[in-house]
């Protein structure tokens, strides 16, 4: 799996979730996927 997939599975496990906190957190100002997005699950 690339690095851009394991972002994109997070961004979509985290809305999943519901957790919107979490999920707005996976974005860039500018509203892209944001690169060191982690979620604190993980």
Not at 7 to 14: D, G, K, L, M, W
Not at 16 to 36: H, K, N, Y
């Amino acid at each position: 799996m690339t690095e851009n997939e394991k972002i994109v599975r997070s961004a979509y496990e985290t809305a999943e979730r519901q957790d919107v906190e979490a999920f707005i957190e996976c974005f860039t100002a500018d509203g892209t996927l944001s690169p060191s997005f982690r979620p604190s699950w993980e």
